[in-house]
């Protein structure tokens, strides 16, 4: 803030006679009653220009007072703002000055965007108001007429990727000095030359600065048309074209095959085997997925592809084969070998297997020396290594996709679940909702949380890794012992914590919260029951009588 100095004001008033009389420029005309006035806009460059101003000093002697000037591109104006004329000091930019000669100041605003209608007005704060001047424009210098574009042809086109040369040619030395970026738009999916340019639907290959460049374009679709052009952009808003052509990828399928392989399985799991051939190395560098889907009903090729419901897909984890679980016993199941990128899919030929009756150490019991005997193994394994399947609470199928969309019972209260008969009175599921006694008949059934309770106080827990997983050696009593799998669990789709982690779900209803239950957890140094949501799949390991 200034304070005018009185004794200045006849040298000032010299002064500002001399400028306002030497060049024929406006500094803006102050009608009775104003105390500012918005002038011309001059020395206007492609990100600068001064703006004249003019005050009145009379009525701003002696007060505290900041001069200066507010601008915007008008198109950053919303509508309701340009409807009602809304531009003042806290909605703009603004620029101040520190003096007054005479009556008139000159504001230099810098940073601008080139060819760009700026509005702006003179402002003056005299204690706690605002006081403004009339709203003018100017328009900074069009760098479009300096510049030119030229998109050149495409090269190297593949599957996945192209190559596309262009030239800039920058006439002037100011320009050259501006910021700006070049490249290539490109899109497939838009249908009129005239919707590829910024803020449409296209990707971009940067190449910046460079007058002649070649531009790769990557992560394309194969086998699709694609329009591209070159350009050269001073911000966003400001950019300058070349001509639209279009390019065509080559077909995946004419570098890619994948053979469908054999079949060993057991009764709850297999492994396929398949082979892979990819003769293009953008494709080979590409992000793809390649495994085997499978489906007891999908039995011919119309119908065992990947967006046919009941048709799984797993994904091999080497390139080679491709482990499946939670099979069914004596069941046959139809499979094929699949390459995935992008939008393309290639299928290999439709086989079969049949899966073994349940052998091993299903329904094995183990005397731990407790009051329950333990399985060796989980629900829908054969080995006690073996992660098995993974079941929401209260449901006795494994299915796709674990959430609460999807769940019988999350968010279901207790009370309830007692009148539907889903659980007995002390809260433990009753037969039918029970996933061991559905599974496997019998006298087998889902652990208590106080039977892992007893599993945890009473039993000796060892770290340890079997056969290559990860989990927990459990010495009861008796001086037997199970091996419980680190199997993680399944939210949505996703599989968590699998190697690292262990969840088994009690039958046992948390009766504080309608979307709890009770289960086992354990990691690395820890374990202990806890409950948790009802919509997650969770390990099963029955338990008898």
């Known amino acids: 803030m200034k304070t005018i100095n009185l004794c200045c004001q006849v040298f000032i008033a010299i002064l500002a006679s001399l400028l306002l009389n ?25 990100t600068s220009s001064k703006i004249l101003c003019s005050a009145n000093i009379d009525v701003l002697l002696g007060k505290e007072y900041r001069l200066g000037v507010i601008y915007q591109p008008i198109s950053d104006m919303d509508e309701v703002a340009k409807k009602n004329n809304k531009f003042n000091y806290d909605d703009s930019e603004r620029q101040s000055v520190d003096d007054l000669i005479g009556n008139k100041y000159e504001v230099k605003l810098g940073d601008l965007k080139p060819s760009t209608e700026y509005q702006y007005r003179a402002y003056v704060k005299a204690g706690d108001k605002y006081y403004y001047g009339k709203i003018e424009t100017f328009t900074t210098k069009d760098v479009k007429r300096y510049v030119s ?31 700006y970026e070049s490249g290539v738009i490109y899109s497939n999916s838009i249908k009129d030359d005239d919707e590829l340019e910024f803020g449409g639907d296209y ?19 194969g086998n699709s048309e694609y329009r591209y052009r070159a350009f050269c952009s001073f911000g966003r808003d400001v950019v300058v074209y070349g001509k639209v052509k279009k390019l065509k990828t080559a077909n995946p399928k004419d570098f890619v095959s994948i053979s469908t392989g054999n079949v060993t399985s057991k009764s709850s799991e297999a492994n396929v ?32 592809h990947i967006d046919e419901s009941g048709v799984i897909k797993t994904t091999s984890e080497n390139g080679y084969d491709c482990s ?72 006795t199928k494994t299915k796709k996709s674990y959430d609460d969309y999807t769940c019988d019972f999350d968010g279901v209260d207790s009370d309830i679940l007692r009148r539907r008969g889903v659980i007995d009175s002390r809260g433990n599921l009753t037969s039918k909702y029970d996933a061991a006694r559905a599974n496997w008949g019998g006298k087998w059934r889902m652990p208590t949380e106080d039977e892992f309770d007893e599993l945890c106080r009473r039993c000796t827990w060892t770290r340890t890794k ?68 009802r919509d997650y799949g969770r390990s099963v390991r029955p338990v008898s009588e």
């Open 22 to 46: 030497s060049c024929g420029q406006s500094y803006g005309k102050l009608e009775s009653g104003d105390l500012v006035a918005t002038g011309d806009a001059v020395d206007v460059k492609f």
């Open 466 to 533: 079997q056969k290559g997983v990860y989990g927990y050696k459990v010495k009861g009593p008796s001086g037997k012992e199970i091996f419980l799998p680190a199997a993680g669990n399944r939210d949505g789709t996703s599989s968590n914590n699998v190697g690292s982690r262990g969840y088994y779900w009690s039958s046992t209803v948390y009766e504080s919260n309608s979307y709890y239950a009770y289960s086992l957890y354990f990691y690395s140094g820890s374990k202990s029951t806890d409950y948790y949501y």
């Open 273 to 304: 085997d398949f082979t892979l051939n990819i003769n293009e190395e953008g494709i080979r560098n590409s992000y793809y997925n390649a495994g085997v889907i499978y489906s007891k009903s999908a039995t011919t090729p119309d119908k065992l």
């Open 324 to 395: 499946v679980s939670d099979l069914s016993p004596l069941t046959t199941y139809y499979y094929r070998a699949y390459f995935e990128c992008g939008e393309t899919v290639i299928y290999g030929d439709v086989k079969s297997f049949t899966t073994q009756k349940f052998e091993g150490y299903v329904k094995q019991a183990v005397d731990l020396g407790l009051s329950v005997k333990w399985a060796a193994c989980n629900l829908g394994a054969t080995k006690p290594e073996g992660y098995g399947g993974y079941y929401a609470w209260g449901e």
């Open 149 to 179: 574009v030229s998109t050149g042809d495409a090269d190297e086109v593949k599957s996945l990727s192209a190559s596309v040369s262009y030239s800039l040619d920058i006439d002037d030395a100011e320009v050259r000095m501006l910021n």
């Open 203 to 221: 990707n971009i290959s940067y190449c910046r600065g460079e007058d002649d460049a070649v531009a790769k374009l990557s992560s394309l679709s």
